[in-house]
């Protein structure tokens, strides 16, 4: 059993294990960086980079609940031109683990217009589209819903860069797998299945959270993102997918190994425990590599 047995090649790049942390539960690296061997993981998904500084929605912006959380942070970043600033300091830090960056918009050309922004950013192994943004142009339905505007997004973005394309997907699709397609078809290298599944839970007769609807992660979308995994291999054999959702344990990280994932994220266990990631990765290595 050697370390390094975990390593493998996606998106043309070595990833020294499988192990990511998910987007918008490690912000951009630098509060975990005390508390945890970033250098250890396979990468990091960055928070949602979007355009223009995003404030997010208002408080509470999460809410637990015994399948997990509930959260409703409204997508809050610095916005381009700051995060340009951040992530060279990230990356110079940072010797074998990836950085992913996750790209929001909320018209079809944002999408594009922050991507253009961030290529000189040297050091950026990818960029993860979370497509489950409304597009505040076609009444708030989200990008991922509507195959045209999932292909105009990818095509927009193709243009803007040479870096692996990951289009992002929410598990409430009705035909996830469908949409996987119309974004390979488009120029995606790569789908992350999932995102989080829309939520409401009420305390009394208040919303729990401040914006009322929210997302639902950990461990009861585990099953969820397993199938949604399995559904976009079925239909794309040859294209790499992050699984994520609801991964507590190395068992659940090879529930999605099984399903086909070729590389898997942790959002909601890490919040709470900053050294589960580098437990698994242990675990795996000595069991698995
Ligand atoms: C607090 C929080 C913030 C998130 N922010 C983002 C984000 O900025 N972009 C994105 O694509 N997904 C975001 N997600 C979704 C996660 O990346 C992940 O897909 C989801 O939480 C399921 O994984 P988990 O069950 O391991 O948390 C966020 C999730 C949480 C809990």
New binding site residues.
Partial sequence: MTAGSLARDVFSTRFQNPILL????AGFGHELAGVMDLDGLGGL?T??VSLLPREGNPAPR?AEFAG??L?S?G?ANPGLQKVRQLLPPLLRRLSRARILV?V?GFTEREYAEVIAGLEEVEGITAY?L?L?CPNTSAGGVEFGADPDSVRRVIQDCRRATRRPLVA?LSPALPDLAGIAVAAVSAGADGISA???MPGFLSAGDRPRLGNGNG?V??PA?LPIGVQAVRRVRERLPDTPVIG????RSAEDVRQYLAAGASLV?????Q?ADPRLPARIIRELETRDG
Avoid: D, P, Y
């Fill in positions: 998910a987007a918008g539960t998904v928070k949602a999460v997990g959380m959260n942070v997508l996750n929001v993860e979370n489950s992002k999932v995102n989080t997302g992660s950990g979308l994520v959702g609801g991964v994220a942790i959002g909601t266990a919040l």
